[in-house]
């Protein structure tokens, strides 16, 4: 650690903090669970402040295991999988498993609620030291932190500073979850009929072979190894294409490549059991994809708005008509069979404006969450930078 500002001191966190995890009872013991007593498990340090949990123990349970009291306020850290690193703060009286750190100050030097942020810095310091696909971490390198401690009174100033941009994001947090919901719903909704404007409810929906909708489209490339090529993939659960990558012919172990276009729709076939499937935006026109990628056009722009189907493909029927149309032995062996799909039928409104104006209600859904996304994706990283020169010194603040 650099030298520390003037007033502040030097500390180690395990010389400062106690800490300890928990555990869990046996569940092949009765009597152990669905008492009064909270009990915390790592997953649930993603709500940052905790009121409630989804398992409670029994006095039994508690005291026929390791796990431990913590006390309302009381700082926590998840040490294994994928919410390593990740910082929440009990707001009961609570049990905790064997995935959670209590972080508790020894004395009048550290305050609580300093104590979170430094937490969640040290959480992720510690976390990018121990990279990988599920990292964990252990007492001992969270114990091991150094730390740069003010006096108290600006300790409690920084807290409250920082405390604007945590409430700020947990607000966004909460928006971004409530619009989702509301989208959903009118997914179901709109995509269903039951929810139609008034100027189309005397025209009923229409069954359709999506095989009279929807073709097989391949456009291969005639390869070269001095060409440059870039290829697209597909999200799983309907999350859309992402870039691969750019690559020179003869670094590409199979040389087929079939081109993509604004408006084609793109199915994973072996994936598509997951929801990667998706209509191919601008971004990604001139883009491509190998043969275990089925691309479909539209036969005809009269009867059917690309668009339109690209939401249908996200609800869970579509999902299922997808997983019915592969075939093989286990899910992850499945491979996708585009003409058992195009045997299923959809139901679509019989003409393009009301298939449009669905489009329309729903895009704007999605614009106001990417805005959401972006808001709260800008709030994270001021947090960090403030984090960064007020934890450390290099800013101070005037108490």
């Known amino acids: 650690m650099k030298t520390v500002p003037s007033g502040w001191q030097r500390a180690i966190l395990g010389e400062v903090c106690e800490t300890f995890s928990g555990g869990t009872p046996s569940r092949r013991l009765p009597g152990m669970f669905g008492g009064g007593i909270p009990w915390i498990k790592s997953g649930e340090l993603n709500a940052g402040a905790i009121w409630v949990t989804n398992e409670t123990l029994t006095k039994e ?24 690193g990740v910082v929440g703060r009990s707001m009961v009286r609570a049990a905790i498993n064997q995935a959670v750190l209590a972080v508790v100050p020894r004395d009048g030097c550290l305050l609580p609620e300093y104590l979170e942020f430094l937490l969640q810095r040290t959480g992720a310091d510690v976390s ?18 150094p730390l740069a401690l003010p006096p108290l009174a600006e300790q409690l100033k920084i807290s409250a500073i920082l405390q604007l941009w945590s409430d700020a994001i947990n607000k966004t947090e909460r928006l971004i979850r409530l619009h989702s919901e509301a989208r959903l719903g009118l997914l179901g909704l709109l995509l269903s009929g039951k929810a139609r404007p008034k100027k189309f409810q005397g025209q009923a929906w229409r069954a359709v072979h999506i095989g009279a909708l929807l073709e097989e489209r391949a456009r291969y490339v005639d390869w070269s190894d001095e060409e440059q090529y870039r290829f697209a993939s597909i999200r799983r659960r309907s999350g859309g294409l992402f870039d691969r990558g750019t690559f020179y012919g003869r670094d590409v172990k199979t040389k087929v490549l079939k081109l993509l276009q604004a408006g084609d729709f793109v199915i994973s076939k072996r994936q598509v059991v997951h929801g990667a499937w998706a209509m191919v935006t601008r971004e990604f026109s ?28 996200q609800t869970r029927r579509l999902w299922h008509m997808a997983y019915l149309a592969s075939n093989g032995v286990h899910i992850e062996k499945l491979i996708f069979d585009f003409h058992d799909f195009a045997k299923e039928k959809i139901r679509i409104p019989p003409t393009i404006e009301e298939q449009q104006m669905i489009v329309d209600v729903l895009a704007t859904c999605d614009r106001e969450i990417e805005l959401l996304e972006r808001q709260l994706a800008t709030l994270k990283e001021q947090k960090r930078g403030l984090m960064q020169k007020l934890l450390t010194g290099e800013v101070r603040v005037k108490v």
């Open 128 to 145: 990018r030291l121990v990279q990988g696909a599920q990292p964990n971490l252990n007492a001992g390198l969270v114990q091991a932190q």
């Open 61 to 84: 349970g508690l005291n026929n295991s390791a796990a431990r009291i913590v006390e309302p306020g009381t700082n926590l850290i998840a040490l294994y999988g994928a919410t390593a």
């Open 286 to 313: 001139g883009f491509g994809v190998s043969d275990e990628y089925d691309v479909l056009v539209n036969r005809d722009p009269k009867i059917l708005d690309m668009k339109f189907f690209n939401y249908l493909s």
